[in-house]
């Protein structure tokens, strides 16, 4: 795992820098007196750190598909693959036939999930894609309030994801 979680460090916990509405502000020394029957589990990084260590260990992602052709239209069409031991999928998209720029939707297995583009220009796209066992089921594109469009929202890789509920 590259990723770790740090404690913060600081000279005055729970020091805390008050500024009323008239402006001149003061410091405090917040101390918790709510009385808990049950303590619970410290937010902290050794915590943190345990958790996505066992989420790492757990969780796989494995690419099932990828779009030989990116760059071309791309209709309402089924994708068949083998989902029964995936809990989610991830699939990436590729703004438009000419515009590279891409984002990753997520689904759960057994939904339905509405995958859109909203450009800086104001210009925004939608297509839906249903999820199944036996593969996802994409509807075409509707771009700008125009339905039956094939050149937007165009799938370039599905992932299969395991372990995430379990």
């Not at 000279?11 to 101390?31: K, L, W």
């Not at 809990?87 to 891409?102: D, E, I, L, P, W």
Request: hydrophobic share 35%.
């Amino acid at each position: 795992m590259s990723f770790k979680f740090k404690d913060r460090v600081s000279t005055h916990p729970n020091r805390y820098r008050i500024i009323p509405e008239s402006g001149s502000s003061y410091y405090a020394t917040f101390e918790r007196a709510d009385g808990p029957t049950e303590v619970g589990t410290p937010i902290n990084a050794t915590v943190m750190n345990s958790v996505m260590t066992e989420v790492s260990r757990k969780l796989s992602v494995v690419k099932l598909w990828e779009n030989d052709k990116p760059t071309d239209t791309f209709g309402a069409q089924t994708i068949s693959l083998d989902l029964s031991d995936c809990q989610m999928v991830a699939v990436n998209c590729r703004f438009s036939t000419g515009y590279a720029h891409k984002k990753m939707y997520f689904g759960v297995v057994g939904s339905q999930i509405g995958m859109d583009v909203i450009a800086s220009s104001g210009n925004s796209g939608l297509r839906k894609a249903t999820i199944s066992a036996t593969g996802i089921s994409f509807e075409t594109a509707t771009y700008n309030g125009s339905s039956d469009v094939v050149g937007y929202i165009i799938p370039t890789e599905i992932y299969g994801i395991k372990g995430v509920i379990g």
